[in-house]
DNA sequence: TCTGGGGTCCTAGGACCC
DNA sequence: TCTGGGGTCCTAGGACCC
């Protein structure tokens, strides 16, 4: 049988978000900056409009900012991620099968779905639900495939007169858009990929549809000759309703100024070493291995750019806190070096175990790990609620923190920020 | 002065084994 | 001086995604 897949996408999501809570900037140019205030991640149509591009440094816009008036936002994960729950959930309701695939996007799966209802009104039902619920736009692209329907959730995008919603499940239409879209913009391709496949002469989604799938699997991959199938529409990738458990957890982030001194940047591992944990007990899983990485602005021609990484294999897994920031430590020492102005720090746990199923070794003690369970389930239950308990390490005045000077306030997940009507 | 963060999958190559 | 064939496992690096 047939299959049939839907890729809902918000559009603009995290200036969206920003403008639901503020209707006095309505058709206003908004962008939202990525942690730190670093480079522009998100623009609203209007701002896209006036030129401002994708991952451009804020620094290298300040005089578009200032002539246009575009309000500048920091980036308000708290919100987007609750914004982002109140979608799915609409989703949720509407498709039998949900497949959650970023914080914007979801697939739905639509197989026989079309015996009941066409797939046009689905989409739009889909559309005129969540934007009544929660305000937020989306585009609905329908296909037999989800390479496919990423692409006509492009071109419902790209073409108002769409109205949003656009079925491709006519091969004929499918052969259509494919000649409009340069291969870059294809699932799975990316910017090394189309440089390889204009080389040879492969410039369209279409050229690519067109390509014999063995060869591109001899000359590329298996997963690029998947591509080539679902572009011509052979379900190749199912939908992942069951999200996978996590293979590593990465904390990391640039300072908000460079840290020269190594009680500093103890500070720094040790905070991003206490989110790992808590992220790792979310998961309900303990970690073996244990790296730490370090490093310099790499932009920064002038100076000399330091680099390194170290990682430790414990004798047993674990998911406190305090052995994780422990290890870090030791690995920090290890690779830190005086004279180097620190740009950026990173903590990341692998090699994950269920707690309790780890074969200990013949002669290892014996441990008992309730005590530190208690601790760590005690502490991550206090910090939810919007407090924050932390060991010494962690410091306190963290002149290194993330600048976030555009931040909006946490309207839906703290009852001192909700708005108000008045 | 100022350039994000967090993931996944695949492949090639080395180590090691029989 | 010569130097097989086949297999597994692990790791580093490259590519992609949002």
Redesign the pocket.
Known sequence: MTKTFALVDCNSFYVSCEKVFRPDLKNRPVVVL???D??V?ARSKEAKQLGIKM?V?V?KIRDEIQRHSITVFSSNYTLYADMSNRVMRILEELAPRVEV?????AFLDLTGVESAVSLLDFGRDIRQKVGQDTGITVCVGIAPTKTLS?LANHAAKDYPATGGVVDLCCSERQRRLLTLYPVDE?????????KRLNAQGIMTALDLANTDPKTIRKGF???LERTVRELNGESCIDLEEIV?A?????????FGS?IMTINAMREAVSEYAS?AGE?LRGQKRCAKVVSVFIRS?P??PNELHYSNSASATLDMPTDDTRDIVRVAMMLLDFIWRDGIRY??A?IMLSDFFEPGVFQQSLFSKPVDASKSQALMATIDKINRTGKNIFLASQGVKKAWS?QRHYLSPAYTTQWKDLPLVR
């Open positions: 990525s942690n730190n670093g480079c991640v991952g440094p620094f695939y970023s914080i914007d996007e990423k294809v699932w799975g391709v990316g910017r090394r990929l189309s991959s298996v997963v996978p996590k293979q590593q957890i990465v904390c990391s982030r640039s460079r989110r992220k602005s932009f920064n740009a950026k990173g993330m």
